[in-house]
């Protein structure tokens, strides 16, 4: 756990999530059944999302601001491709219910502490925050207020079952429901009201980057080749922790490959722990810093992710190579099959 936080300030979190697991909301909605809550106190907008209808994993969800927004309805389009660890890369503070075994000493010392008893087999209160770049962590004071605030208003919508059901014809009219509140003297008055819905973050594929002049100019001498290289970069599901109480990150690992070979001809491993801006403005220098340790600069550049794809666009006509994006990439792949069980690892990687 990040740092030592008052068992009395857990105490709210776990008596409404008693009340979540008795309600049961999983059994009559959907995950697409999606509304929001505004805190009065921070500004910040939560979109609450139900799981488990299908049985297998109970959840409440409250995705975080338009990022996060965004990212679940991705989700929800594309979630073949994201796979299941794909939710790791959207903002979200997140209350399940897992076996006992599943929870670990943190989460069983506030148990005990608490007196809490779990009233079923998977019925153990489980509070996780998700960052891009970052393992899923412990909240830490704030994200415990937030989320108290959270789960307040989504039991008094899930409550109403009138509410409830009018969830999918509100959004179906391009709106959602939001729960938002006006200061009255010394406590806020809530209400429900519809508000126009956005699925797209306007400022999502707006990147900031700079590229030193001398690398771009190496890059330029570097003998050009009819050749095709695959650029990918992945974060390994292998959490690294510089200590104990610090939110373990993610690594991200850069490949670069020969299309007609078949031969990697790059690959690093580096954190991408300052954030998730801060790896997207490193990640060009570090591609062309992978072209350079190739030695030689490609007629085509071939990858898998819009992001990556974005993030070149603008590099792609100076330095004179084309541009495209593909479905697969197996040779990266099978090169990272090999590398998980060479080293003992999680076989899950994240697709940027």
Not at 22 to 29: C, F, G, K, R, S
Not at 175 to 200: C, G, H, N, T
Not at 236 to 262: F, Q
Request: aromatic share 12%; net charge negative; glycine share 4%.
């Amino acid at each position: 756990m990040p740092k030592i936080i008052s068992i009395s300030r857990w105490r709210p979190l776990y008596e409404m999530a008693s009340q979540l697991y008795e309600l049961a909301p999983w059994n009559n909605m959907y995950e697409s059944e999606i509304f929001g809550i505004k805190d009065p106190q921070s500004s910040t907008s939560g979109y609450v999302s139900i799981m488990g209808n299908n049985g297998e994993h109970y959840a409440l969800n409250v995705y975080l601001g338009q990022e996060g927004l965004t990212g679940f309805f991705d989700m929800l389009l594309a979630s073949q491709h994201l796979g299941t660890m794909g939710v790791l890369m959207i903002p979200q503070l997140q209350l399940s219910f897992e076996e006992r075994d599943y929870l670990e000493e943190d989460d069983l010392q506030i148990i005990h502490e608490l007196g809490y008893k779990a009233k079923g087999r998977q019925a153990w209160p489980l509070f996780r925050s998700y960052r891009p770049g970052y393992a899923p962590w412990f909240f830490d004071n704030d994200e415990i207020e937030l989320f108290k605030t959270f789960l307040q208003q989504a039991l008094i919508v899930l409550q109403d079952h009138t509410q409830e059901k009018e969830l999918m014809k509100i959004l179906a009219r391009e709106k959602i429901l939001m729960r938002v509140a006006r200061k009255s003297k010394m406590d806020y008055v809530w209400q429900s009201k519809e508000e126009p819905l956005s699925r797209e973050n306007k400022s999502e594929k707006v990147y900031f980057f700079r590229l030193g002049e001398e690398l771009v100019e190496t890059v330029k001498a570097l003998p050009r080749r009819r050749q095709q290289f695959y650029v990918d970069a992945q974060l390994l599901m292998t959490p690294i922790a510089e200590s104990r109480n610090e939110r373990p990150y993610l690594p991200c690992m850069l490949l670069m490959a020969d299309k007609a070979s078949e031969l990697i001809l790059h690959f690093d491993t580096f954190p991408c722990k300052e954030g998730w801006v801060t790896f997207v403005a490193e990640l060009p220098e570090r591609i062309l810093d992978g072209l350079v340790q190739a030695g030689s600069r490609p007629t085509s550049i071939l990858v898998r992710s819009v992001k990556i794809f974005d993030l070149l666009k603008p590099i792609a006509k100076d330095l004179q190579f084309n541009l495209k994006l593909v479905d697969a990439i197996h040779v990266i792949d099978d090169f990272l099959e090999d590398y998980h069980h060479q080293f003992g690892m999680d076989e899950n990687v994240i697709p940027m």
